[in-house]
């Protein structure tokens, strides 16, 4: 399969090498042509777990995202047509509360299903690699609900996005990019505030957003019921999953998200599967409620939250809303699924005006631009990078060193805290009020969406002379690992951006077709 698949590359860059020349060398093709990053092989280990599982490598994938958890799953279709679980990623960052997104400017990562094209794919993302989530659809425009260019992307920050680290980034694009090549047309991007069990509804039945969120379930139900991806249309300003004609009909359902529902029925198999898992939720949430289970806490203007594997390597890191609970602790060793950043914005605490919410979680960015990460394809540039790593790791103080001095266990800036102390005399309890008051509170201008300014950004948009570019399956080097050490002295926040540029937002690639950007290895 391997071998098949170096062939494929080798010939189809070949061909686009050739047609390039042919073509009087432009800039644009080429650079698509011999993109490093977009054309990484599938990992070996994933290629071992497909064969377990029964896979094929181009066989088509469906994307579930989880805010609270901070998980973001890829399932793939087995040889008995059904959807199995292949990966779970951690996300390194989201941002905004639990719900849906709303308005252009509430920093908010959508909620909902989407449908994620070859043209949505963006190989030249100013955050490695991204791909557009599709935000709004036809159920969010229904409803007026406006934003643009959220994505799925590389780096670990985010206004409005879902952020990985760059090699995660780089294993799910190349899992999407081989379903394409498979024949799949789109895949399903499923973004939910939480695993839909009857403990998290119970937890979050007081929420807002509840009347939204049972809708979407019914979509998750039929998933979890079926292991197939669900049909979505709209009608009436909702949702609506697996609908088909009914028996006497000769035409399928039109739908319109604004207009009146046609006549549609639910297959009976889903229908029926559906209903009894819904039955069981319903009588365990029951429980749940009647033995008092705490609700979650609404906390309006919460910036969001990171995976605990991120969490525990950034200093003063928190996870946020993905924490699950009060009392969890950060202190993990697993090992991080990727290079942390320095651009790294972690969660912070909940806003205190309701006037200016994610004020106060607003991270300053290092420079007007995002720092982008590039896969090395020689072996000067690994050198290179090994040999920063190496200087970055001899000055940072390591995990357990920041925690250490944090706590007043050593270190200048313990030493010169204990002195400060001791130059005001304080009650034995002090009170609460006090200290808070000690914690300085910074404000920052109001943020703006992820929409980037055109002018600043760096994420680099396709114009109609790449068109008809095709891209290659080469296979670059692999990218360098920055080491543990390196990536927990990674800063918490950043210094002021230019302009106003919001860091961690992605525009959309200009629309090319699937035959222009993935036919190239047919």
């Not at 650079?31 to 094929?56: H, R, T, Y």
């Not at 994610?358 to 300053?364: D, E, Q």
């Not at 007007?368 to 896969?375: F, K, L, M």
């Not at 943020?447 to 760096?458: F, Q």
Request: charged share 20%; glycine share 8%.
């Amino acid at each position: 399969m391997i071998y098949r698949s170096l062939v494929r590359a080798l010939i189809t860059s070949a061909a686009l090498g050739a047609g390039v020349l042919l073509a009087g060398c432009n800039g644009d093709e080429l650079s698509l042509a011999n993109n490093a990053k977009a054309n990484q092989p599938v990992p070996p280990k994933l290629i071992a777990a497909m064969v377990e599982k029964d896979m094929d490598l181009q066989s088509p994938i469906l994307v579930r995202l989880f805010k609270q958890e901070a998980e973001l799953e890829v399932w793939k279709q087995d040889r008995s047509g059904r959807f199995a679980l292949l990966k779970t990623y951690p996300i390194c960052r989201w941002s905004g509360d639990l719900g849906p997104k709303v308005r252009e400017g509430d920093r908010q990562a959508p909620e909902g299903f989407y449908s994620i094209s070859p043209a949505q794919m963006n190989p030249q993302s100013a955050y490695y690699l991204s791909f557009n989530t599709g935000y709004p659809n036809a159920y969010d425009r229904s409803l007026g609900h406006s934003g643009s260019d959220l994505m799925v992307h590389g780096d670990c920050s985010s206004r409005g996005c879902y952020a990985m680290t760059d090699e995660q980034i780089a294993e799910i694009y190349s899992l999407g990019r081989e379903s394409f090549f498979g024949g799949q047309k789109s895949f399903q991007l499923q973004a939910y505030p939480f695993r839909m069990t009857p403990l998290n509804m119970a937890r979050h039945r007081n929420n807002p957003n509840m009347p939204f969120w049972k809708m979407i379930k019914e979509g998750y139900d039929h998933f979890e019921v079926t292991r197939q991806e669900p049909k979505v249309d709209f009608c009436e300003k909702k949702y609506v999953f697996d609908a088909v004609k009914p028996p006497d009909a000769k035409r399928d359902p039109v739908f319109d998200a604004s207009a009146k529902c046609p006549a549609y029925v639910i297959p009976d198999e889903i229908a029926e599967g559906a209903r009894e898992k819904e039955q069981a939720d319903q009588a365990e949430f029951a429980k749940l409620v009647a033995r008092g289970t705490p609700v979650a806490r609404t906390n309006t203007g919460i910036d969001g939250g990171m995976h605990k594997v991120f969490a525990a390597r950034v200093p003063g890191g928190n996870t946020g809303l993905s924490e699950g609970g009060s009392g969890l602790s950060l202190l993990t060793f697993e090992k991080a699924p990727g290079t942390i950043p320095p651009t790294v914005n972690p969660p912070h605490g909940p806003v205190t005006s309701p006037d200016q919410p994610f004020v106060a979680s607003l991270t300053p960015a290092s420079s007007s631009e995002p720092v982008t990460h590039v896969a090395s394809v020689s072996p000067a540039a690994q050198n290179t990078s090994s040999q920063n790593s190496q200087a970055q790791n001899t000055q940072s103080e390591g995990f357990f060193s920041s925690l250490a001095r944090k706590v007043g266990l050593g270190g200048s800036a313990a030493d010169s805290t204990a002195t400060a102390t001791i130059a005001q005399p304080a009650p034995v309890k002090p009170k609460v009020a006090d200290a808070k008051a000690a914690t300085p509170r910074t404000s920052a201008p109001k943020s703006i969406d992820a929409k980037p300014i055109e002018a600043k950004s760096t994420d680099t948009k396709t114009d109609s002379k790449a068109a008809d570019t095709r891209q290659a399956s080469a296979h670059p080097a692999s990218k360098p690992v920055v080491s543990e050490a390196a990536a927990s002295a990674a800063p918490a926040s950043a210094p002021p951006a230019a302009d106003g540029l919001v860091v961690g937002a992605q525009p959309i690639v200009s629309a090319n077709s699937f035959e222009s950007r993935f036919s190239a290895t047919k």
